[in-house]
């Protein structure tokens, strides 16, 4: 039996065409390790004499490769990324400082193999751990707001400080954290998007916290992740992408119109019967 499609039945017909390519959508994980990570806090440091660094002016601003360098190490800060707000201290020689951090994330998409218009949702994943001792932990009675904002310049890993952090957009996304030991989750979708149409706007994102949280306690509260280089592979930052696969059933409908008996397509074991889907708007 032949059937015509009718003008009215084409939008119904594609739309739902389209929703059956979204349930065959796959979905990636990039959780790359240190070696192969661009991630890195940098943090303006205020209190002298805390973690064993006596000095109480500085040119510099300290960030996690300083610290790394010190001997020995008085923690493993390479490990952890950040974010922080805290009221500014005023140091012996009158410089303002304050413990404020905020942490740079950058992920190769350049073997993701998807276009731009194939990606339906990406979110960049954080896991929170207990804070250091100047700070306080974020709770359901004391939330922390942290934001996600577009880098819009080129950055080094190892050379980044405080003071030569890159330039950044306007807020793209945020999130509310009201606990630790548990993922922290922010939506990515147009930036990935972006970075798939021109790779060489991918310059990553920076993390930072908008307002000063005071705990109950009298410390700031403030936001502490593990990084790439965490001892537990399983809490590293990841890339979660969904993405629906090459859409070659749409383009052989737009090839012809005269839609005969059914087509099937076995896309990552999702079966997208044509012919069953839409013979009900066929006459």
């Not at 979204?22 to 890195?40: I, P």
């Not at 109950?216 to 992740?225: Q, T, W």
Request: aromatic share 8%; proline share 7%.
């Amino acid at each position: 039996m032949r059937y015509t499609l009718t003008s009215k039945a084409l939008p119904i017909l594609l739309a739902s065409i389209l929703a059956s390519a979204a349930h065959g959508a796959t979905t990636t994980v990039l959780q790359a390790d240190e070696a192969k990570s661009e991630d890195v806090f940098v943090y303006e440091f205020a209190i002298p004499g805390f973690f064993g660094i006596p000095t109480a002016a500085r040119v510099t601003n300290l960030d996690s490769q300083t610290l790394n360098e010190l001997i020995p190490p008085p923690v493993p800060f390479g490990n952890f990324l950040g974010s922080s707000n805290t009221v500014p201290l005023i140091g012996a020689l009158g410089e303002t400082r304050a413990h404020d951090t905020r942490s740079l994330l950058r992920f190769d998409l350049g073997t993701l193999g998807f276009s731009a218009g194939q990606i339906l949702n990406a979110r960049l994943n954080l896991f929170a751990l207990p804070g250091l001792a100047p700070f306080d932990n974020p709770t359901t009675g004391k939330p922390i707001t942290t934001e996600l904002h577009r880098v819009t310049q080129a950055w080094g890993e190892t050379t980044v400080t405080w003071e030569t952090q890159p330039t950044v957009a306007v807020t793209f996304s945020s999130t509310v954290q009201e606990g630790v030991n548990q993922w922290v989750s922010f939506d990515v979708t147009g930036l990935v998007q972006d970075w798939l149409s021109d790779p060489t706007t991918n310059f990553g994102v920076e993390l930072l916290q908008p307002d000063i949280v005071i705990a109950d306690s009298g410390r700031p509260i403030a936001s502490l992740y593990a990084s790439s280089a965490s001892a537990n592979a399983a809490t590293r930052p990841f890339l979660e992408i969904s993405a629906i696969p090459e859409p070659s059933t749409f383009a052989l409908l737009a090839g012809s119109l005269g839609v005969v008996g059914w087509t099937s397509r076995l896309r990552r074991g999702v079966r997208v019967r044509i012919g069953d889907t839409c013979a009900g708007l066929l006459s």
